[in-house]
């Protein structure tokens, strides 16, 4: 029955995913259609164009009007919301219930953050308000079902989380004058850091900057090779943010590998 369930969580995924990618497209962009069409030809799309993935694979990537080449990320978008809607139905333990719909939220507003941020160099508030929402519920249900310390100093913990968390990248924003970091990163740090302890931020921000220089290492040898020119922006929330899904998820302790 559980492979049943996690079947439909892949298919709920693959259509958030492709809502997701609806929402990269239109959301500040004065887009007003109310069907989808080719970006290229103007054609308004059918229903078999819009089946996530299959239909980008059936039409080999093209449009069936004008054969104009479309974008991987459709497909990408759709695949990693679908996989990651999976992958938190097991890391729940198969249990289909509010700390799981809270999960499935929490990663999809975290996926919009990352692909609009790398699509777009930038992070609009609406969505920086849907994480605080999300962030705040998963916080105050967390304390809610374990309880373990007064609420003013859990109030305590939290809000120095925040500060610490924040602050590396306020000084890298501020130092800069924000041509190294845009402001929008502290501002998820921030939000990000009422999920955690202090004693987890130190793994959060190194893991960020680790996955940032070994991604930015890549794509810059692999823009080389291919004889594309270099671009010096690189969003840096989506490191941000997958630094801050593999310590709430699994915990990590770079302090304690370290001792």
């Known amino acids: 029955m559980s492979i049943l369930y996690a079947f439909l969580i892949f298919i709920l995924g693959l259509s958030f995913g492709s809502f997701l990618n609806v929402l990269i497209l239109r959301y500040g962009s004065g887009y007003k259609a109310q069907k989808s069409k080719c970006l290229f030809c103007a054609r308004a799309l059918t229903y078999k164009e819009l089946v996530p993935i299959l239909s980008f694979v059936i039409q080999k990537g093209r449009c069936r009007s004008c054969r104009s080449k479309l974008s991987f990320q459709y497909p990408l978008v759709e695949f990693a919301t679908a996989v990651f809607f999976v992958f938190l139905y097991f890391l729940n333990n198969k249990n ?19 692909t609009f941020d790398i699509k777009h160099k930038i992070v609009p508030s609406a969505l920086q ?34 500060f610490l968390f924040a602050a590396p990248y306020f000084l890298i924003w501020f130092i800069s004058k924000g041509k190294a970091m845009g402001f929008a990163d502290v501002k998820i740090s921030a939000i990000l850091g ?14 960020s900057f680790v996955v940032g220089a070994l991604f930015s290492l890549l794509y810059i040898s692999f823009r080389y090779l291919k004889g594309i020119k270099y671009e010096n922006e690189i969003a840096f929330t989506p490191f941000i943010l997958t630094a801050s899904w593999l310590v709430y998820l699994f ?3 770079l302090l304690m590998w370290y001792n």
């Open 96 to 114: 289909i219930d509010i700390s799981l719909l809270l999960l499935f939220s929490f990663a999809f507003i975290s996926l919009a953050i990352a």
């Open 129 to 162: 308000y849907a994480l605080f929402a999300l962030v705040l519920m998963l916080v105050l249900r967390g304390y809610v079902l374990v309880g373990a310390i007064s609420f003013p100093e859990f109030a305590f913990y939290k809000l120095l989380s925040v």
């Open 194 to 207: 009422l999920l955690f302890y202090p004693y987890q931020i130190y793994s959060i921000v190194v893991l």
């Open 251 to 253: 915990n990590l302790d």
